[in-house]
């Protein structure tokens, strides 16, 4: 669906909810590995310079290169906005808002059993953040992901999801 696209896709990339609604079809190509994703314009890059991210396929159910191929086939969308509006009768509108993103991922959490307020449009870029920072993946690394231009930010993130790794007091 429409939805599982968004969340695998923001996760693995690490997209900015503005970042994944401004996705259209020319930017995503399949390769071996799984696709490139090139973001034209961020709100680090106002010039547009663009940067490319790959996306590889994952093992399992939550492949992020499969869940767009499912639904840009099921959507029959061969150009533009990769991301668009569906109605209650499943009829494909025009493309998504920033302010869609927030609501398509507290909706998931909600129905998954979590807080929804404790989610919000960031969520699938921080998570990607913290997990890979907790599967002890390299700050470079993190960052080629997420086109941070240093560790100050990225560490905002890493700093709250390891307060308990290695945690003096639970050592003792």
């Given at each position: 669906?429409?939805?599982?696209?968004?969340?695998?896709?923001?996760?693995?990339?690490?997209?900015?909810?503005?970042?994944?609604?401004?996705?259209?079809?020319?930017?995503?190509?399949?390769?071996?590995?799984?696709?490139?994703?090139?973001?034209?314009?961020?709100?680090?890059?106002?010039?547009?310079?663009?940067?490319?991210?790959?996306?590889?396929?994952?093992?399992?159910?939550?492949?992020?290169?499969?869940?767009?191929?499912?639904?840009?086939?099921?959507?029959?969308?061969?150009?533009?906005?990769?991301?668009?509006?569906?109605?209650?009768?499943?009829?494909?509108?025009?493309?998504?808002?920033?302010?869609?993103?927030?609501?398509?991922?507290?909706?998931?959490?909600?129905?998954?059993?979590?807080?929804?307020?404790?989610?919000?449009?960031?969520?699938?870029r921080s998570g990607l953040v913290t997990s890979a920072a907790n599967a002890g993946i390299a700050n470079?690394?993190?960052?080629?992901?997420?086109?941070?231009?240093?560790?100050?930010?990225?560490?905002?993130?890493?700093?709250?999801?390891?307060?308990?790794?290695?945690?003096?007091?639970?050592?003792?």
């Open positions: 669906s429409r939805d599982q696209a968004i969340l695998l896709l923001g996760f693995a990339g690490a997209f900015r909810r503005s970042e994944l609604v401004a996705l259209n079809i020319d930017d995503i190509k399949e390769v071996q590995e799984g696709l490139t994703v090139t973001i034209q314009r961020s709100k680090t890059d106002q010039e547009g310079s663009g940067r490319k991210i790959g996306i590889p396929f994952a093992r399992g159910i939550h492949c992020p290169v499969k869940a767009i191929q499912s639904w840009l086939e099921l959507s029959g969308i061969t150009s533009g906005a990769i991301f668009r509006s569906v109605d209650r009768h499943g009829n494909i509108g025009d493309q998504l808002s920033n302010h869609a993103i927030p609501r398509i991922i507290k909706g998931w959490a909600s129905k998954a059993g979590f807080d929804p307020k404790d989610y919000a449009g960031h969520s699938l470079h690394k993190i960052r080629a992901q997420t086109g941070h231009k240093g560790d100050a930010m990225l560490n905002r993130y890493i700093r709250d999801s390891q307060i308990f790794t290695d945690n003096a007091a639970g050592i003792l």
